[in-house]
């Protein structure tokens, strides 16, 4: 820090210049982030809240009453109107409060969490900080959580079950129905993770997805994250409970604060989240989000055309707006660095390796025919150059010992 300070002109040509070196939502071209640019309403709202704190909720009665018409909103979307929650920073907070509450609720010696393969890495860091065991869930041949391996997992030491309502890597919906009726009858705590999928699914009716939220006896909390399909300013998330008595488990006494008890991770919590989510559920309501969500899919399902025309293989066929692929010809790396020449940022997936689109609002038709273009590009260069040849043979082992994909 310097001794004196600059003017805002001098400092504001200097942010423009770190500014400068980031992607932008915008621009189309980052297709790996669930993530996208924030709607204007949301800004607007946000920073009119900017100075509350609903860590010390008493002082801004007004932002706590948005906050409980947000939670009202989102539950009676979810299946029950009558939950409680808070509005934090994002799934992972929202995942760490699930788990912590499941075992709060269910005291036993070593606890353990079931989560599929599938399951976010939020949930590492949650069994990391609250001391519980992951047991890991098989999938099916089509990427869901397979329910005979959660069976056989279960034991007297289950605190938890985490199933997926789009997944992060493929956006593919477990058979949440089937959790519930397992978890009623063992009595053990599931989790939703619908983190992604929770502001899509209720709003696609065409698609007639199964059941996923508090509809289902067995579900005691739900991850949603207005800050993806939501189109919140970002960091925004948040977590549901079916009932008091989990959030109350999570509680730690604040003496000192306005409000007696707390139960988010955090302490100070800004207020302006919350009030950007109240403004654009209210603005865009139901008819407004099921646009949004139905345009993505329509874009979703016109790039996953696309990609087996250029002659890449689809992973499967997509259920939410997410398109992972892979080619027998080239090996991912190789196709990812391309990409990247060409200025697309993308995401790989580890199980099974491929490359990920999400197909969020920011990205529209002309930039996937864009993006198209130059997949079909690197598809004819590698046919055209009839990989392998000797030397391509030799970068394509090199690399493949590198990824592992070579074994």
């Known amino acids: 820090m310097d001794k004196k300070g600059i003017t805002w002109q001098e400092i504001s040509e200097k942010l423009k210049r770190f500014k400068r070196a980031d992607m932008t939502y915008k621009s189309g071209r980052i297709l790996g982030s669930m993530c996208t640019c924030p709607h204007e309403i949301g800004l607007k709202a946000y920073y009119m809240f900017l100075e509350s704190n609903l860590g010390d909720?008493?002082?801004?009665?007004?932002?706590?009453?948005?906050?409980?018409?947000?939670?009202?909103?989102?539950g009676?979307?979810?299946?029950?109107?009558?939950?409680?929650?808070?509005?934090?920073?994002?799934?992972?907070?929202?995942?760490?409060?699930?788990?912590?509450?499941?075992?709060?609720?269910?005291?036993?010696?070593?606890?353990?969490?079931?989560?599929?393969?599938?399951?976010?890495?939020?949930?590492?860091?949650?069994?990391?900080?609250?001391?519980?065991r992951i047991r890991e869930a098989e999938l099916d041949d089509d990427y869901r959580i397979d329910i005979k391996s959660v069976k056989e997992l279960i034991s007297s030491k289950t605190v938890?079950?985490?199933?997926?309502?789009?997944?992060t890597e493929l956006?593919?919906?477990?058979?949440?129905?089937?959790?519930?009726?397992?978890?009623?009858?063992?009595?053990?705590?599931?989790?939703?993770?619908?983190?992604?999928?929770?502001?899509?699914?209720?709003?696609l009716k065409e698609k007639r997805f199964p059941k996923f939220d508090f509809s289902l006896e067995g579900v005691s909390s739900i991850t949603i994250?207005?800050?993806?399909?939501?189109?919140?300013?970002?960091?925004?998330?948040?977590?549901l409970?079916?009932?008091?008595?989990?959030?109350?488990?999570?509680?730690?006494?604040t003496p000192y604060l306005t409000e007696k008890e707390q139960s988010t991770i955090v302490g100070t919590r800004s207020g302006a989240s919350a009030a950007a989510t109240w403004a654009l559920l209210k603005y865009f309501g139901?008819?407004?989000?099921?646009?949004?969500?139905?345009?993505?899919?329509?874009?979703?399902?016109f790039l996953a055309e696309g990609i087996e025309k250029s002659g890449f293989k689809l992973i499967r066929k997509p259920e939410l707006n997410i398109v992972a692929f892979k080619s027998d010809k080239i090996i991912i790396d190789e196709i990812v660095s391309q990409l990247e020449d060409k200025g697309w940022a993308v995401s790989?997936?580890?199980?099974?390796?491929?490359?990920?689109?999400?197909?969020?609002?920011?990205?529209?038709?002309?930039?996937?025919?864009?993006?198209?273009?130059?997949?079909?590009?690197?598809?004819?260069?590698?046919?055209?150059?009839?990989?392998?040849?000797?030397?391509?043979?030799?970068?394509?082992?090199?690399?493949?010992?590198?990824?592992?994909?070579?074994?």
Not at 57 to 74: A, D, H, P, R, Y
Not at 86 to 96: L, M
């Open 57 to 74: 909720s008493g002082l801004f009665e007004g932002t706590k009453k948005l906050e409980k018409e947000v939670i009202e909103m989102l």
């Open 286 to 301: 139901r008819d407004g989000y099921a646009k949004i969500a139905e345009g993505c899919m329509e874009v979703t399902e």
């Open 171 to 203: 956006g593919v919906i477990d058979p949440i129905e089937k959790l519930s009726n397992l978890c009623v009858a063992k009595n053990i705590y599931l989790h939703v993770d619908a983190a992604f999928g929770g502001f899509s699914i209720p709003f």
């Open 241 to 253: 409970f079916r009932d008091r008595s989990f959030l109350k488990s999570i509680s730690t006494e």
């Open 225 to 239: 994250d207005p800050h993806k399909m939501g189109l919140a300013p970002i960091p925004t998330g948040c977590i």
């Open 348 to 407: 790989v997936t580890a199980y099974p390796k491929a490359i990920r689109i999400v197909v969020m609002p920011h990205v529209k038709m002309e930039h996937v025919k864009e993006f198209l273009d130059d997949l079909e590009e690197i598809h004819s260069k590698h046919v055209l150059d009839g990989l392998p040849q000797e030397n391509e043979k030799n970068t394509y082992l090199k690399l493949a010992d590198k990824t592992g994909q070579g074994k």
């Open 76 to 132: 009676d979307l979810l299946g029950k109107k009558d939950v409680c929650g808070h509005i934090i920073t994002g799934g992972t907070e929202a995942n760490i409060m699930a788990m912590r509450a499941a075992r709060n609720s269910n005291k036993v010696k070593d606890p353990e969490i079931i989560v599929p393969k599938s399951a976010h890495f939020s949930f590492e860091k949650a069994a990391d900080m609250l001391n519980l």
């Open 160 to 167: 938890a079950v985490v199933g997926i309502a789009g997944t």
